[in-house]
């Protein structure tokens, strides 16, 4: 049951990365190539003058990157504690003295209540992801 559980969450996980990639951090990808190749154009600008000019073409990307790492991992870490709690839960019903069948049953329903809340939560951390990307290196 929980390995159904996790495959419905990485599935809706990974459509959200592949749009974020495809409308967001490809374009930015572009922008951060052609940016670099300027900077190798200019046969006036010293190595490092050069040098700087391409961290700063790399600057939005990386920024975007962080971003989108660092959304995950927080709804990765809200879902986890989500789900250690329901490991809580049918721990304390064992030792209550609970059958284990009924243990697994409300543990499996826990962990699924805790799967629907946080798919729920994709579409707008999927949309406050792209509207933050949009203004970066604005």
């Known amino acids: 049951m929980a390995e159904v559980q996790q495959l419905r969450v990485q599935e809706a996980v990974d459509a959200m990365v592949k749009s974020v990639e495809k409308e967001n951090i490809r374009k930015m990808q572009g922008l951060m190539f052609r940016c670099s190749a300027n900077c190798c154009e200019d046969s006036q600008a010293s190595m490092q003058q050069v040098h700087q000019c391409i961290e700063r073409c790399h600057?939005?990307?990386a920024q975007a990157q962080a971003l989108v790492t660092s959304e995950l991992e927080r709804f990765q870490d809200r879902l986890a504690?989500?789900?250690m709690h329901c490991n809580d839960k049918a721990k304390d019903s064992i030792d209550a003295g609970n059958?284990?069948?009924q243990v697994k049953r409300q543990l499996d329903s826990c962990v699924a209540k805790c799967v629907d809340d946080h798919m729920h939560l994709i579409p707008t951390m999927t949309k406050k992801?792209?509207?933050?990307l949009s203004s970066i290196g604005k």
Request: net charge positive; with cysteine.
């Open 99 to 101: 059958k284990e069948q």
């Open 129 to 132: 992801m792209k509207e933050s």
């Open 59 to 61: 600057a939005p990307l």
């Open 81 to 83: 504690r989500c789900t």
